[in-house]
């Protein structure tokens, strides 16, 4: 079973900085990894998908890179609305599993 | 527009079995790009995936609670049923269902909005 692990458990920024996410698996997951947003008392929202591919009407501050094993999630300028808990999942397909990271909390510092 | 909604018990006993739907709208669950997983998130803890259903009745558990769920659709209702027996205090979480997207490296695209289940005497 895939575990993934995500760095750091969180992460204090002040609006308008910059912000960088870490995710690692444990084995290859090649780009089958996502990213969600989830706030306070609401589901998690689909951030990027692909390892990198923005999900529709994401602003472009948020963007990620990664493949194999290691993952990055980059937030530009932090608007007040992107203080929230980030989780990466990974999906295999052999057989078919999701594993989500333990996720970052993302805080105003 | 694509929704998805659970449904279900509040409160549950331990040992008792409990039942959850997903009732979708705006997809059908026979397309052959999407399916639908459950997950679950205990309070102030990660989000934990369960169980998923493909357009085809392929199934896939989570290794752990494997033994204890079962996951079921039916396409005619657009409804996906998850069971998970012999609960423990240690299922109380939110559940949620969420569709993925084949052509999204099967990223969880639509959430429910989550239905929260106590476990307790």
């Known amino acids: 079973e895939i575990v993934m692990t995500q760095s750091p458990a969180t992460l204090s920024v002040s609006p308008g900085d910059g912000a960088t996410l870490s995710c690692r698996a444990s084995q290859t997951v090649s780009r089958n990894l996502a990213w969600y947003q989830q706030k306070p008392g609401q589901a998690p929202r689909l951030l990027i998908y692909g390892a990198s591919t923005r999900a529709s009407g994401l602003p472009a501050r948020f963007s990620a890179s990664g493949s194999g094993t290691r993952f990055t999630l980059t937030i530009s300028s932090l608007q007040s609305e992107d203080f929230a808990v980030y989780y990466c999942q990974q999906y295999d397909n052999l057989p078919p599993s999701w594993t989500f990271g333990q996720g970052t909390k993302v805080e105003i510092k | 527009q694509v929704t998805l909604k659970e449904s279900g018990p509040v409160l549950v006993k331990p040992t008792e079995t409990l039942t959850l739907t997903c009732t979708v709208s705006g997809f059908s669950l026979s397309n052959g790009r999407m399916s639908v997983s459950w997950i679950r998130q205990p309070p102030g803890k990660a989000l934990e995936w369960l169980a998923h259903i493909f357009s085809d009745d392929q199934k896939s558990y989570q290794t752990s609670l494997k033994s204890r769920l079962t996951i079921s659709k039916d396409t005619s209702k657009s409804q996906v049923v998850l069971t998970m027996t012999n609960v423990d205090p240690a299922d109380t979480a939110t559940y949620y269902c969420?569709?993925?997207?084949?052509?999204?490296?099967?990223?969880?695209?639509?959430w429910g909005q989550g239905t929260t289940v106590t476990v307790s005497s």
């Open positions: 969420a569709r993925s997207l084949l052509q999204f490296h099967y990223a969880m695209d639509v």
